[in-house]
């Protein structure tokens, strides 16, 4: 009867060294679920800031082009003089365009 307890108890110790293994297994993933946790927080901080960042460049930027297109509206409706001095101005825009385009055509061949 000596040796069933013995046996019996040689099977204890070695689940209960194989529950050790797997509970120090399990607290190694744990802990590493945890740095990504960590991880992804963080990286979703950064994200909302960047993106809280974007949000006013962009209505920084929507000021000022609401603020040009009302000056250009009050030009266009403005008189004669000024629609020709417009149209001088595209014509010369568009030509600057073209002008640069060819240059850095030439300049990469």
């Given at each position: 009867?000596?040796?069933?307890?013995?046996?019996?108890?040689?099977?204890?110790?070695?689940?209960?060294?194989?529950?050790?293994?797997?509970?120090?297994?399990?607290a190694?993933?744990v802990?590493?679920?945890?740095?990504?946790?960590?991880d992804?927080?963080?990286?979703?901080?950064?994200?909302?800031?960047h993106?809280?960042?974007m949000?006013?460049?962009?209505?920084?930027?929507?000021?000022?082009?609401t603020?040009?297109?009302?000056?250009?509206?009050?030009?266009?409706?403005?008189?004669?003089?000024?629609?020709?001095?417009?149209?001088y101005?595209?014509?010369?825009?568009?030509?600057?365009?073209?002008?640069?385009?060819?240059?850095?055509?030439?300049?990469?061949?």
């Amino acid at each position: 009867m000596a040796d069933w307890n013995r046996g019996h108890g040689a099977v204890d110790d070695m689940l209960d060294a194989e529950n050790k293994l797997l509970a120090d297994n399990l607290a190694t993933k744990v802990s590493r679920l945890k740095s990504l946790a960590y991880d992804i927080d963080k990286e979703a901080d950064e994200q909302n800031s960047h993106l809280d960042g974007m949000d006013s460049d962009f209505l920084s930027t929507t000021g000022l082009l609401t603020g040009s297109v009302k000056r250009f509206s009050t030009m266009v409706l403005s008189g004669k003089d000024n629609r020709r001095v417009l149209c001088y101005i595209s014509v010369g825009l568009v030509l600057v365009f073209f002008l640069l385009y060819y240059l850095v055509s030439r300049a990469q061949a």
